[in-house]
């Protein structure tokens, strides 16, 4: 099993760009001028004071404007922002959450995948590789009060490090999908263990990484976002012990309140982790 056409970053990227402009842009139209006159200046203030610190010249002004340019035509802003900002304003953001920790969201999510019920088998192609991997879990309160018809929206790549609807040749919900939980707040969600996997590096983010000699590695991950009716949405990534890069993570997402603990049954693997919702 593999993809029909060889993914790029550029084709991602336009990928991530046109999702971010439909589904996140809704929010902001409201924003007062002078809380953007203030973030803008401070933000241009710490670009100036790198330029003085470093005695940045006309060649590494040059070579950044060429590159800022590249990242807008390569559709790699959100992966760009996603991968090295979207950890700290998620960090502020949730703060105060006395629930379950949540991390970045990434640029690969999409909403409304398919309803599956409580105890869902998600989407895959004929002879789709990994691990067979059951993951369960119950949805509560913080207090521990199960949340009845929670919902678990779940999405991950596949074993070549690949999103549906962001690479060539997946069915369109290939291993995503979202999961109601039952009267008892549980789920039980059947799928493949993810592979870790490098961030795209064929664009003007690879490009970054090489020039910087840095590595483009993410660690396996489940990426999940459960809510219910009067609480906070948690958006989170899971991850799996002794993978090489839960210590040095491209993204900065790992947190050890994320980590499961995989247990061996007969033909794969079972993970259960428990969510715990702060009432919005």
Same mark, same amino acid.
């Given at each position: 099993?593999?993809?029909?056409?060889?993914a790029?970053?550029a084709?991602?990227?336009?990928?991530a760009?046109e *999702?971010?402009?439909a589904d996140?842009?809704? &929010?902001?139209? %409201?924003?007062?001028?002078?809380r953007?006159?203030?973030?803008?200046?401070e933000?241009l %203030?710490?670009?100036?004071?790198?330029? =003085?610190?470093?005695?940045?010249?006309y060649?590494?002004?040059?070579?950044?404007?060429?590159?800022l340019? &590249?990242?807008?035509?390569?559709?790699e802003w959100p992966?760009f922002?996603?991968?090295w900002?979207?950890?700290?304003?998620?960090?502020?953001a949730?703060?105060s *959450?006395?629930?379950?920790?949540?991390t970045i969201e990434g640029?690969y999510y999409v909403? &409304?995948?398919?309803?599956?019920?409580?105890?869902? @088998?998600l989407?895959? =192609?004929?002879?789709e590789k990994?691990?067979?991997l059951?993951?369960q879990?119950?949805v509560?309160d913080?207090d521990?009060?199960p949340?009845a018809g929670?919902? +678990?929206?779940?999405w991950h790549?596949? %074993?070549?490090?690949?999103y549906? $609807?962001f690479? !060539?040749?997946?069915?369109e919900?290939n291993?995503?999908g979202t999961v109601? /939980?039952?009267?008892?707040?549980?789920?039980?969600?059947?799928?493949? =263990?993810?592979? !870790?996997? $490098?961030i795209?590096?064929?664009?003007? /983010?690879?490009?970054?990484?090489?020039?910087?000699?840095?590595?483009a590695?993410? !660690?396996a991950?489940?990426?999940?976002? +459960?809510?219910?009716d009067?609480y906070?949405l948690? @958006?989170t990534?899971?991850?799996?012990?002794?993978d090489?890069h &839960?210590e %040095?993570?491209?993204?900065?997402?790992v947190?050890p309140?994320?980590?499961?603990?995989?247990?061996?049954?007969?033909?794969?693997? $079972?993970?259960?982790?428990?969510?715990?919702?702060?009432?919005?």
């Amino acid at each position: 099993m593999t993809t029909e056409t060889t993914a790029t970053a550029a084709a991602s990227g336009a990928k991530a760009t046109e *999702r971010f402009a439909a589904d996140k842009l809704a &929010n902001v139209a %409201d924003t007062p001028p002078e809380r953007v006159s203030m973030l803008a200046r401070e933000v241009l %203030d710490g670009i100036h004071a790198t330029i =003085r610190k470093h005695g940045v010249t006309y060649d590494e002004y040059n070579a950044l404007k060429s590159w800022l340019i &590249n990242v807008g035509q390569d559709g790699e802003w959100p992966l760009f922002l996603d991968v090295w900002v979207e950890h700290v304003v998620e960090e502020v953001a949730n703060e105060s *959450r006395q629930g379950s920790k949540g991390t970045i969201e990434g640029p690969y999510y999409v909403p &409304n995948a398919p309803e599956l019920g409580s105890e869902a @088998t998600l989407p895959t =192609r004929d002879g789709e590789k990994g691990t067979p991997l059951l993951f369960q879990g119950q949805v509560t309160d913080t207090d521990g009060t199960p949340l009845a018809g929670a919902k +678990v929206e779940i999405w991950h790549a596949d %074993d070549e490090g690949y999103y549906s $609807q962001f690479a !060539p040749g997946i069915p369109e919900w290939n291993l995503r999908g979202t999961v109601t /939980c039952d009267g008892e707040g549980r789920f039980w969600i059947h799928t493949l =263990r993810p592979a !870790p996997y $490098q961030i795209p590096t064929d664009g003007s /983010c690879g490009k970054l990484i090489s020039a910087a000699g840095w590595h483009a590695w993410r !660690p396996a991950h489940v990426h999940l976002k +459960v809510s219910a009716d009067g609480y906070q949405l948690v @958006t989170t990534q899971l991850y799996f012990p002794g993978d090489p890069h &839960n210590e %040095d993570d491209i993204a900065s997402a790992v947190k050890p309140e994320l980590m499961l603990d995989p247990r061996q049954v007969d033909g794969g693997e $079972q993970v259960t982790y428990d969510f715990a919702l702060d009432r919005a």
